[in-house]
Structures are given as structure tokens and as C-alpha cells.
């Protein structure tokens, strides 16, 4: 949730259950960050920041999360960069546990530049973007991708980030015209890797969360029920 998911806002909802919380999507180097401008003056929120100033603010925002008593979690960073070397530097953050590649992103200014969801379009390229982060990385890596895309075979964008060694798969299970995740491309994806999987999209309360770990997710991330900055039940429940 470019715009929204600062450090305040991912340490309000500590006490939900998280055992991980997200920063981002920031934009990581001159073009996107100028790519979020564009974005801000259509009236969508972005995160606006500098790109010599970003390094110093997401260790303020991780170390503003990592600073809370009774949480040990892991802090990740969703990032947007044309190329890997802004998210490795990036992962040189001590604070910072995991980055993620951003590759989920559908606005048009963000992927005009090859980037968001755009890298879905080459998985060969998306797997070279993905190795160098990985081996570069001082951090875990994860990648965010989005399901449903036109003309993209999930489980071949899966299997080069599996290729390039990530850590994290990150699925945006959307079903377009349905209030309800594709639990079915998430028992696909998890069927055919051994990579940790996410399963995000339409988890609004214990039911759909259990409904995306029984499809085969590993893990579950919330976004929109989060927005308020409070969620309506606890996901240690689960």
C-alpha cells in the first residue's frame, strides 16, 4: 500500500498477530521515484522520498518497528527500482530483514518503465533481476507478484524465482469479478515449489485466512482489511 504502510502505520498493527510486517512499495532510485511523482499528481497515494535521503528513512522506519517490546518479527521493504542495485543497497540495512521485488505494481507510470508488474513479461529477465538481488543481498529475498495477468503463466514466473533462489514468493491471488481470491492458482503455485508462499488478495477475516492456507499458502499477507490501521480479529487464531 504505496503512500500508507510507513513505520507508524505497520507498528500500530503489531499486536493483530503479524510475525511480519511490510514497508512500501517505495520507489528506490531517480526514475521510478519520478514515475511515484506522476502518480501522486493523479491524487493515488505514494511515498515520496528522496533517492539520497531513502536509505537513512527506511532505517528510521524499520528501527521505529523493531523498537516496539513485545514484537520480534521480521521487517520487510517492498521496492520498485529499474535495476537490482538500489534494492541491494537497500538490504544492507541492518534493521531491514527481508526486500522484496516489486513486481505487482499495475500502474501504468511504474510499469511504462519495465517495472511492477511489467517484469511478469520476461520471465528470464525477472529471474536475472531476481539472482543478482539474491546474490548480492546482505538480507532475504522476496518477490511480489501478481496473478491473473494477461499473456503471464504463473507457474512459470514461480519457477525463475524459485531458479534465482529467492526466499519468499509473493502471490496477489486476484480473480477479477469476484470477491474472492484464485485459491485455485494458489494450489497450483504451491503444488510445483518449494518456495515459502504468501497468499494475499480479499483475506478480510479468519475464514478467508484459513481459506488461503488450506489452497496450499504458507503464509498470508492483508493489506486493504488492514487499511483503517486496525484489524477485526487476531491472526494468532488462526
Known amino acids: 500500500m504505496a503512500g500508507i504502510t510507513d513505520g507508524d ?9 503479524f510475525d511480519m510486517v511490510t514497508l512500501g512499495g517505495y520507489n528506490a532510485d531517480k526514475t521510478t521515484i519520478n514515475a511515484g511523482r506522476e502518480i501522486l499528481a493523479r491524487g493515488r497515494p505514494e511515498f ?8 537513512n528513512y527506511l532505517e528510521d522506519q524499520a528501527l521505529l518497528i523493531k523498537d516496539h517490546d513485545s514484537w520480534d518479527g521480521l521487517v520487510s521493504v517492498n521496492l520498485r527500482s529499474i535495476t537490482p542495485e538500489p534494492i541491494v543497497e537497500i538490504s544492507k540495512i541492518k534493521s531491514v530483514d527481508v526486500v522484496e521485488i516489486n513486481a505487482h505494481c499495475r500502474q501504468k507510470e511504474i510499469t511504462d518503465l519495465g517495472c511492477g508488474q511489467a517484469l511478469l513479461q520476461d520471465h528470464s529477465y525477472l529471474e536475472n533481476f531476481t539472482k543478482e538481488v539474491v546474490q548480492k543481498a546482505k538480507s532475504q529475498v522476496s518477490v511480489k507478484i501478481r496473478a491473473n495477468v494477461a499473456g503471464v503463466d504463473e507457474l512459470t514466473i514461480v519457477k525463475a524465482i524459485e531458479h534465482a ?7 496477489d491471488a486476484m480473480k477479477p469479478g469476484f470477491n474472492h481470491a484464485a485459491y485455485d492458482i494458489i494450489k497450483s503455485i504451491s503444488q510445483e515449489t518449494s ?10 477475516n479468519l475464514e478467508s485466512a484459513r481459506e488461503m492456507l488450506a489452497a496450499g499458502a504458507d503464509g498470508i499477507s492483508i493489506a486493504r482489511a488492514a487499511m483503517s490501521g486496525r484489524l477485526s480479529f487476531d491472526l494468532s487464531q488462526i
Request: hydrophobic residues 45%; proline residues 0%; aromatic residues 12%.
Open 9 to 17: 502505520f505497520c507498528r500500530g498493527l503489531l499486536n493483530y498477530g
Open 48 to 55: 515520496d522520498i528522496e533517492e539520497e535521503e531513502l536509505v
Open 165 to 171: 533462489a529467492a526466499d519468499y514468493v509473493h502471490v
Open 195 to 204: 518456495l515459502f508462499l504468501i497468499g494475499n488478495n480479499s483475506i478480510r
